[in-house]
């Protein structure tokens, strides 16, 4: 890593630029600021640097199409004019429908109404839809069609035989989204971080850093750090004291005020993420062909297979894949029998280190070493010599939102594939997007467009290694990580990956299938399907 002092702008030197630009160019984060080419150290050769965004798909190139959302108008201050989960209502399509087989469908009409009742004019809401079989324990979510009208067409697949009944959810209102569709496209950041220096006597000296020089909150110089495997910069303010070069520990800052009371009123707990009134009495699904669910396709879990809406659903808390014959795992013989001679690298945030602890919970043979480091961000590792297992895990590098760790153990995943030879006994799985919705996208974007260009060179290297997407959760519903920003996230990640032979694991449709209260790190259930799904891939390569 290479360590530099710029000149930092005065801010009302800022460079003026269009939402447009700032969307359609998205490897340009530091476009307010400038300095010679002669601070900015090369990568070493003949290690390559992250590529342009020319390598990059071509719907990545154009965020203003891909996050396309439905315009909303504003309220005028009028919380009342918002949409409202308690007065919201939804229908049978076809009310006259009487019976239901398995294998076919189910159709809704929601309407949207504000807190007087009143239907709206405008889409945008963020509303969730479920078909649910509590008593066999079923679910599988439903599909939303955003006519932008104000009503939307919900469609559900009938998939088990028995009882069935709709769930419908408002995650966000249309006001709500405009607020956090505003901080996400004009905020440069809704947090900080802290970075320690410490000196040769152990004196320490804290400063605020982050993905943008101006938001460090020095006007003078600061010290710029570039990661010579992904290309991509971090920035701390100068300490008062202490070189640049002295950079030791990295943590958490402060959460930014950055919204109005009215917008906090939009987003507050009591309409966000609210049940509507049950619209349509339960429904009896008859057997087809004495069939009582719908069976997974034959062929089996390899990467690269399309992926189907929906993915897969629940019966009996055992999740059923609609795109492969996923398997169920369910002792440790043969989880061990899976995983036996494969070196596991898991790269990415808490919610992937959950399918780390999970395996060694479960499999009492897998021992976990103490390798001395902070656990929240890794690295973590469990062998099995018997079997010939490793499993690794590691956080990635900043923007992370952590406890105080070492710098020297940030280790960007783009260094990390970088250093794999890969092969029929190498398993990557990358797990990202809970750090990046306090920023723009397109500081989501630079980093896949490093990671994207890594897992290319890897699988063009040695095309019998697997790679696994970890698609991110459901869970967060502030301004700083709400599922209106996941939602965007996963787009940016099909997106980015999508003419790349990995295995995708659709962890946003596995933890919105269920009435199951939304944690950003799900429950034991949960977990347990994950893991089952990505073991279905190992089993393959095996």
């Known amino acids: 890593m290479s360590v530099e002092l710029i000149p930092s702008q005065k801010k009302g030197e800022e460079t003026q630029t269009t939402d447009s630009f700032f969307f359609l160019c998205p490897q340009i984060l530091y476009i307010r600021v400038s300095w010679p080419n002669s601070m900015v150290p090369l990568p070493p050769q003949p290690r390559p640097a992250c590529k342009s965004s020319g390598s990059l798909p ?118 709500a989204v405009r607020v956090l569709r505003g901080i996400w496209r004009d905020q440069w950041a809704t947090v900080d971080f802290m970075g320690y220096f410490r000196g040769p006597t152990g004196y320490e000296e804290i400063v605020t850093c982050n993905v943008n020089p101006l938001l460090t909150g020095e006007e003078e110089s600061t010290c710029h750090y570039k990661d010579e495997d992904s290309g991509e910069l971090w920035f701390c303010a100068r300490p008062p004291t202490l070189p640049c070069n002295s950079l030791v520990g990295h943590s958490s ?28 009495s339960p429904i009896w699904v008859a057997k087809e062909s004495n069939k009582s669910l719908v069976l997974s396709p034959r062929q089996p879990c390899h990467p690269g297979i399309p992926g189907p809406k929906p993915s ?166 502030s301004v700083y990580g709400s599922d209106w920003f996941t939602l965007q996230v996963n787009r940016l990640l099909r997106a980015a990956f999508a003419d790349l032979r990995v295995a995708f694991v659709d962890a946003w449709e596995m933890t919105s299938s269920l009435a199951l209260p939304d944690r950003i790190h799900p429950g034991r259930l949960i977990v347990r399907n994950e893991v089952n799904f990505l073991l279905s891939f190992i089993f393959l390569s095996t």
């Open 312 to 477: 897969g659903f629940y019966h009996q808390d055992v999740w059923h894949s609609l795109s492969c014959s996923g398997r169920s795992f369910s002792t440790v013989d043969s989880i061990l029998g899976c995983l036996a001679g494969h070196v596991v690298h898991m790269m990415g945030d808490s919610t992937l280190r959950q399918w780390w602890e999970y395996l060694r919970d479960t499999v009492p043979s897998l021992k976990p070493m103490d390798l001395h480091t902070t656990y929240q961000t890794g690295p973590l590792m469990a062998v099995e010599t018997a079997r010939g297992i490793v499993l690794h895990w590691r956080a990635h590098s900043w923007p992370l939102r952590s406890l105080h760790t070492p710098v020297a153990s940030l280790h960007s995943v783009v260094r990390e594939l970088g250093g794999l030879a890969g092969g029929p006994h190498t398993v990557v799985v990358l797990g990202l997007g809970a750090h990046f919705t306090t920023f723009p996208p397109s500081v989501f974007v630079q980093r896949l467009a490093g990671i994207r260009a890594a897992v290319a060179a890897l699988l063009a290297r040695e095309p019998r290694t697997l790679v696994v997407i970890k698609l991110a959760n459901t869970g967060y519903k």
């Open 253 to 280: 800052g402060h959460y930014w005020n950055v919204t109005t009371p009215h917008e906090e009123a939009l987003l507050a707990w009591n309409v966000t993420d609210k049940v509507l009134p049950q619209g349509i």
């Open 58 to 175: 071509k719907e990545l190139l154009d965020l203003t199409h891909l996050l396309h959302w439905p315009p909303t108008p504003g309220d005028a201050g009028d919380l009342l004019a918002s949409t409202s989960p308690q007065t919201s209502t939804y229908h049978l399509r076809d009310r006259s429908q009487a019976s239901y087989t398995l294998g076919g469908s189910l159709e809704a009409i929601l309407v949207a109404r504000d807190h007087q009742g009143r239907p709206k004019t405008c889409g945008g809401d963020l509303f969730r839809a479920q078909l649910l079989g509590p008593h066999l324990k079923a679910g599988v979510p439903g599909d939303i069609q955003d006519l932008e009208n104000g009503t939307y067409l919900l469609s559900f697949p009938l998939l088990w035989a028995g009882q069935a009944q709709v769930r419908v959810q408002l995650i966000h209102s249309s006001e």
